[in-house]
């Protein structure tokens, strides 16, 4: 089984910033992708920032230029650096994991529990 441990949400004021932190642990074999998801209530689950093996990134065009994606893969932990937070930034922030369990399994997606980010006007 794999488990993701996320940290790091909470209340802060527009233009203020907040680090956010997701452990992978369990039996794994290899990761092929970590990510940051965020939902609202009433809308779909969407991509924030993702990063693969290679450490190429990838943003939603809403955060790009303030968020930043990083990992440490000894720790095999993801990080969300989120800076000039605005109120729309608002949502539940979800881990994402895509890992392999076994040599011979497929790839497949894992999720955290989530953690609540909110931004005041």
């Known amino acids: 089984q794999v488990q993701l441990v996320e940290s790091g949400g909470g209340l802060v004021k527009a233009g203020g910033s907040l680090r956010l932190s997701c452990a992978a642990s369990?039996?794994?074999?290899?990761?092929?992708?970590m990510a940051w998801y965020r939902q609202v209530p009433g809308k779909q689950r969407e991509l924030v920032a993702g990063?693969?093996?290679?450490?190429?990134?990838n943003y939603a065009d809403s955060v790009q230029g303030r968020f930043t994606v990083s990992r440490d893969t000894a720790k095999n932990t993801v990080y969300l650096q989120m800076n000039s937070l605005k109120p729309e930034d608002t949502a539940v922030y979800y881990c994402?994991?895509?890992?392999?369990?076994?040599?011979?399994?497929?790839?497949?997606?894992?999720w955290g529990q989530g953690t609540q980010v909110t931004v005041s006007s």
């Open positions: 994402n994991l895509v890992a392999r369990l076994t040599y011979f399994s497929s790839p497949r997606p894992y």
């Open positions: 369990g039996s794994i074999f290899s990761i092929n992708a």
């Open positions: 990063i693969n093996t290679d450490g190429n990134t």
